[in-house]
């Protein structure tokens, strides 16, 4: 039947349905060619129209990339201070910010806004971003150049700095009308950006911005559920993503590829203890209330897990079990800070034979204590089990968190939440099924750009809507 891959299919899926282009040296990264062995193929495919414009980004990326003529040009202009006439390439910095998460959802959401304003992405590389990630696009690095003239002030860019467009605005600097704009403009999208700041989500303000060669962004947010309330963007955004929940999936498997390093992690965990199993169940618990761990939490997992029917009861009297003619095996994968949830579990599923007579493998990659972003091989952990999630069938995670956000886009699941706490207990219900498998926006803004009023955000469009676990945040589905 037309089940049976064929070797043609097998091709194709190594390309994820041409959202990867080919010819990259294989060696060099090996994960971007890999992923298809460790994951099933995505049920989603890319549109025509996303596919011809990520390879129209990636001539563009060739063309004006890091030490091409355009870029030294542009470069120039930087350094004069004023935009003198339209250049070339224009240019959009991604500033290295925040937890790795955050990082990978904010890359991507800069990308997309690159692609819409046919703007070249450039990626601060930080202390570790080039030990994580391989390469995304062919010949030209996504990496801002060391020798970037202003790549020293990205550190003090904050809600404060009179390069911001907030700040400009509201010092009467920029004027439309003006030819002399500045060559760049500090957009600074963070958590405690201002009402000035969230202009950057109007039309007009966009009209404005898009004559500047140079913007740089600083931002710990997913801002794309805002862009698709933005009118001019509308319509070319149904068009890249018919099937609006899959942008994150889409965009982060082309994107994010692990370095070597970190796939041989992946890698050797899965084949481990993950491959062999006949489900595998991810769990990611992220805890804000501090250290941990806690009653409360434990009581929170194992009532989702068992009454969503994610994993089977256990008989707690019984020391021998059902007998089942057909166990099945099933890999559970916890990721948390600390080991206190998983040998919770691995405890009661050793201790104590399943109604179903199901076996229960309960296993955890590290348990870190606390977040050291600092350390190397600490990130590389990291992104490694968010990786490892997005490699499981049912996926559990906790509210709030962008690292549960980016394993349930990379996998395309729509995961079971776990709601936030109030007070140390355990919520009720303990969680919910997502609706989708997006990435929620923290910190939308509230306002209706053409009637210059505040409106609430999650009711403007029946596909934007607000986040199951942040109640005025807003996500698509
Ligand atoms: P968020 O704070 O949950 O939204 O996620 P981020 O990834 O942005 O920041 C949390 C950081 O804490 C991660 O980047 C890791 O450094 C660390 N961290 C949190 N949870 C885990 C975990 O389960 N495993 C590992 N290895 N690190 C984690």
Redesign the pocket.
């Known amino acids: 039947g037309d089940d049976v891959s064929k070797p043609t299919d097998m091709a194709r899926d190594k390309l994820l349905g041409g959202l990867l282009a080919a010819g990259f040296d294989e060696h060099s990264c090996l994960s971007r060619y890999e992923s298809n062995l460790y994951r099933k193929t995505s049920p989603y495919k890319p549109s025509p129209y996303l596919l011809s414009k990520l390879r129209n980004y990636e001539d563009l990326h060739k063309r004006c990339g890091p030490n091409t003529q355009s870029y030294n040009k542009t470069v120039e202009q930087l350094k004069s201070g004023r935009s003198v006439g339209s250049t070339d390439c224009k240019y959009v910095v991604w500033v290295c910010y925040?937890?790795?998460?955050?990082?990978i959802l904010t890359l991507a959401s800069v990308f997309l806004y690159a692609l819409l304003t046919e703007r070249v992405l450039l990626v601060d590389r930080g202390k570790d971003m080039a030990d994580l990630f391989c390469e995304p696009f062919p010949e030209k690095s996504w990496f801002l150049p060391l020798n970037f003239p202003i790549t020293n002030k990205f550190k003090s860019f904050d809600q404060k700095s009179p390069e911001s467009y907030g700040n400009m605005l509201k010092n009467n600097i920029l004027k439309p009308s003006t030819e002399s704009l500045p060559s760049y403009i500090y957009l600074h999208l963070a958590h405690d950006y201002d009402d000035h700041d969230k202009l950057f989500f109007c039309d007009d303000d966009q009209a404005l911005l898009k004559k500047v060669p140079w913007l740089i962004v600083k931002t710990?947010n997913y801002f794309i559920p805002s862009l698709f309330l933005m009118p001019s963007l509308e319509h070319e955004l149904s068009m890249l993503f018919p099937h609006k929940e899959t942008i994150f999936h889409h965009l982060g498997r082309y994107l994010f590829h692990p370095s070597n390093h970190v796939w041989g992690l992946i890698t050797r965990y899965y084949n481990a203890y993950l491959a062999k199993a006949d489900e595998r169940i991810g769990i990611?618990?992220?805890i804000f209330d501090g250290p941990g761990p806690y009653q409360y939490v434990k009581n929170q997992i194992s009532a989702c897990t068992l009454g969503e029917k994610l994993l089977p009861e256990v008989d707690i009297r019984g020391s021998i079990g059902t007998p089942s003619e057909n166990p099945k095996v099933k890999a559970v994968l916890v990721?948390?800070?600390v080991a206190g949830y998983f040998e919770n579990l691995r405890n009661m599923y050793w201790e104590h034979p399943t109604v179903t007579g199901d076996i229960i493998g309960v296993h955890q990659?590290?348990?870190?204590a606390q977040?050291?972003?600092e350390k190397p091989l600490?990130?590389m952990?990291?992104w490694a089990?968010?990786y490892l999630l997005s490699l499981t069938d049912v996926l559990v995670t906790?509210a709030?968190?962008?690292?549960?956000?980016?394993a349930q886009g990379l996998g395309g699941l729509k995961p079971w939440i776990l709601y936030k706490s109030e007070n140390q207990t355990t919520p009720n219900p303990p969680c919910q099924h997502a609706m989708s498998m997006e990435p929620c926006f923290h910190a939308p803004p509230f306002y209706d750009c053409k009637a210059k009023k505040g409106i609430d955000a999650g009711k403007v469009v029946p596909y934007v809507r607000h986040c199951e676990d942040v109640s005025w945040g807003l996500k698509v589905v």
Not at 365 to 368: A, I, K, N
Not at 400 to 406: A, C, D, E, L, R
Request: hydrophobic residues 25%.
């Open positions: 925040s937890g790795l998460g955050n990082r710990d990611q618990v992220r990721t948390s800070l990659p590290s348990h870190e977040q050291q972003t600490h990130n952990k990291a089990e968010m906790s709030w968190s962008t690292f549960g956000y980016v």
